[in-house]
C-alpha cells in the first residue's frame, strides 16, 4: 500500500475558464492580469498563514483526523503539457503505509493551496440537494473518501460552518438531477428525481468536511472531475437543505491521470466506448494549471491493494471569503421531486 506526501505547499489555482460540458458557450472569463493578480495577493496572504495554523495546533489536529480516517476506511475495505509540472506530478508517492506508521510521516504539515477566480458553474449544478456524508445511493464502481479543508486566505483562520457542495458523474458519465441531451439518456426525465453523488456538507470547527461517494466516470471532451462549491453564509433547514449565504468559490477538482487509467479499468467504467480524454489535453486542467505553482489535484492513498478496494483522497484549500459568485442551476431539488430550471445558462459567467 501507498500513500502520497503533503510535503509540498501546494498553490491552487482552480477554474480560470471553465466550460463543464459539451455545448456550454464560451465565457467572458476574467482576464489573465486580474486572475494573476488575485493569486500574487492570495500567495502573499497565504505566506503567513503556516506558522500562524502551526501555532494553534489546526495542522496537527487535521494530520491526526485524517490519519485516523485513512485507517478506519483501510482496514473496513469501503463499498501533459510540459508547461506546467502538476500534470505529470504524481500525488501518490511510495512511502509504505503500516499500522504502527505516524501521523507524521503520512499528512506533512503546509497543505494549503489557493482558490483563484472561476467562470462559470457550468451546465449541471442542482439547487436544493442534501446535507449529506454518503452520496453513493448504491452506484457501481470504485469507492472513495473526499476529505477537504478550507481555510481563510486573509485570516489564515478555518473556515467553520462553510457548506461544501460537490457533485460528479458516475461510472459511466452520467449526472443524476438533471435532464439534458448532453447527459445520458435525454428522454429520461426520471433523471430529474436522482441524486446520485451529488451532496453538501458543512465544515467543523477546522475548516474540515468529508463525503464518501465513488470515483467518477467520464464523458466526451472532459478529463475526470469533481465540481465543487464553497458556500459561505449559508443555513441549514429541517429539511436538511441549505438557504441564505453567497457561493465564495466555484471550481473543479482533478486526479492523477495513472489512477484514473487504474479505475478505468475495472467495471463498470471499462463497460464506455467514450474515449477517455487526458488531463494535458483538457481544457479546463490547461487554465487551472496556467500559473506554474498551480496544481489543482487530489493528494490520494489507496485504503488496500487494489483501486477497487477504494481511494482515501483529499485537499486544503485557501478561499477568499470576500468573494462571491453567481449561481447558475440546472435544476432544483424539491420535496416532490427534481424540477428542470427553464432559465438555466449552461454558459452563464460569475461575477468577482
Keep these: ?53 502551526e501555532r494553534r495546533g489546526i495542522n496537527d489536529r487535521i494530520q491526526a483526523r485524517r490519519a485516523a480516517a485513512f485507517e478506519m476506511y483501510r482496514k473496513r475495505s469501503i463499498d501533459a503539457r510540459d508547461y506546467n509540472n502538476s500534470v505529470n506530478t504524481s500525488h501518490h508517492s511510495t512511502l509504505d503505509v503500516a499500522p504502527q506508521t505516524s501521523e507524521e510521516e503520512l499528512f506533512s504539515k503546509n497543505p494549503v493551496c489557493i482558490l483563484s477566480p472561476e467562470g462559470e458553474i457550468g451546465p449541471f449544478w442542482v439547487k436544493g440537494e442534501l446535507v449529506r456524508s454518503d452520496v453513493r445511493d448504491g452506484e457501481p464502481g470504485v469507492p472513495i473518501i473526499m476529505d477537504g479543508q478550507f481555510i481563510d486566505i486573509e485570516t489564515c483562520e478555518p473556515i467553520k460552518d462553510l457548506y461544501w457542495d460537490v457533485w460528479n458523474c458516475n461510472s459511466t458519465g452520467v449526472y443524476s438531477g438533471v435532464q439534458s441531451s448532453m447527459n445520458g439518456n435525454g428522454n429520461d426525465d426520471s433523471n430529474l428525481d436522482k441524486t446520485f453523488l451529488r451532496g453538501v456538507q458543512k465544515t467543523d470547527a477546522d475548516g474540515v468536511a468529508q463525503f464518501k461517494s465513488m470515483f467518477p466516470g467520464h464523458y466526451d471532451g472532459r478529463a475526470t472531475h469533481v465540481h465543487v462549491v464553497a458556500h459561505v453564509g449559508a443555513t441549514q433547514l429541517e429539511n436538511s437543505t441549505i438557504t441564505g449565504g453567497y457561493a465564495a468559490h466555484i471550481g473543479q477538482l482533478f486526479f492523477d491521470q495513472d489512477l484514473i487509467y487504474q479505475v478505468e479499468a475495472t467495471y ?84 468577482f
Design 1 to 53: 500500500m501507498h500513500v502520497v506526501s503533503l510535503s509540498k505547499l501546494a498553490i491552487l489555482g482552480l477554474a480560470g475558464l471553465v466550460i463543464a460540458h459539451p455545448g456550454a458557450h464560451e465565457p467572458s472569463a476574467m482576464s489573465h492580469a486580474a486572475k494573476r493578480s488575485f493569486l500574487n495577493n492570495a500567495k502573499r496572504s497565504l505566506s503567513k498563514c503556516s506558522s500562524h495554523l
Design 268 to 351: 463498470p467504467y471499462n463497460t464506455s466506448t467514450v474515449s477517455i480524454t487526458t488531463n494535458a489535453n483538457d481544457h479546463v486542467v490547461q487554465d487551472e494549471t496556467e500559473d506554474s505553482a498551480s496544481d489543482p489535484f487530489f493528494e490520494y492513498a489507496l485504503l488496500g491493494d487494489t483501486v477497487e478496494d477504494g481511494i482515501f483522497a483529499w485537499i486544503t484549500m485557501g478561499v477568499n471569503v470576500s468573494a462571491s459568485y453567481d449561481t447558475s442551476y440546472a435544476a432544483v431539488l424539491t420535496s416532490s421531486g427534481g424540477v428542470s430550471n427553464s432559465d438555466s445558462n449552461p454558459g452563464e459567467t460569475v461575477n
